[in-house]
């Protein structure tokens, strides 16, 4: 993993003169520090449906309701792999008149693990049933609190250098650190969906090829704010 500064020195430096401000002793302003740090994505989320039609209600909710709870005694096979119901929803189709002539209906099944393996093969088996909509790696709370921790002095590091600078350009002596205010580590970008375009579901004794994932990286940055004195 790789943490490295933002160069913000130069922004901040356009930034101190309306964020200074006279304490009683002497300077205060407002600056702030980041850094970056490059994390393997080690979660997975994915959201597999069911969308039926029929032309009574009663049918398709029947129909909505017994594939997803295949779909979810399934997803009870494989331990590390979080199962959860998502969205479910209904509507009317109308014909050229109208007039209500069937309804339509979508259920949901969300997945979330860090056991790529466990996720890849209840995916591939639940695909037998289901179309996928997509898929997408992040990083992990646990992961993420372990890339804050490390960036923390980096961030700190570059506020202190700010704060340096404009001491000795403004001729004090002494810094102090007031407050400290220190933001999540959140994705510099948001990693990407996979999408997969939907298709038929195939025959429930046909087998899906298990998906070959390279959950790759995620940039993390962290910033923290701070009140500093001057004297």
């Known amino acids: 993993m790789k943490t490295t500064l933002i160069p913000s020195l130069m922004a901040a430096s356009l930034l101190i003169a309306p964020a200074l401000a ?3 002793d002497g300077i205060e302003l407002r600056l702030s520090g980041s850094a ?38 399934l ?9 959860s119901s998502g969205s479910y929803n209904s509507w009317p189709s109308y ?16 997945l979330k693990s860090r056991d790529m393996t466990q996720a890849a093969e209840l995916v591939a088996q639940l695909q037998k049933t289901m179309l996928l909509e997509g898929v997408q790696f992040t990083v ?13 002095p980096a961030a700190l590091a570059e506020m202190q250098a700010q704060a340096n600078i404009t001491a000795q350009t403004l001729g004090k002596s002494r810094i102090s650190i007031k407050e400290l205010e220190f933001g999540n580590a959140a994705p510099a ?43």
């Open 75 to 83: 997803g009870k096979k494989y331990p590390l792999v979080d199962v």
């Open 140 to 152: 992990s709370d646990t992961a993420r609190r372990a890339a804050e921790k490390a960036m923390i």
């Open 189 to 231: 970008f948001r990693p990407p969906m996979l999408m997969r375009a939907a298709v038929a579901p195939m025959a429930k004794e046909a087998d899906v090829a298990q998906p070959d994932w390279q959950p790759g990286q995620s940039q993390l940055q962290l910033t923290i704010n701070g009140k500093i004195e001057l004297n």
């Open 36 to 73: 970056q740090q490059e994390v393997a994505n080690d979660q997975l989320q994915a959201t597999l449906y069911l969308q039926e039609k029929s032309e009574q209600p009663a049918t398709l909710a029947n129909r909505l309701n017994k594939g997803i709870a295949q779909g979810m005694a």
């Open 95 to 110: 014909d050229k008149n109208g007039k209500i002539q069937g309804w339509q209906g979508r259920a949901e099944i969300r």
């Open 22 to 24: 006279k304490a009683a």
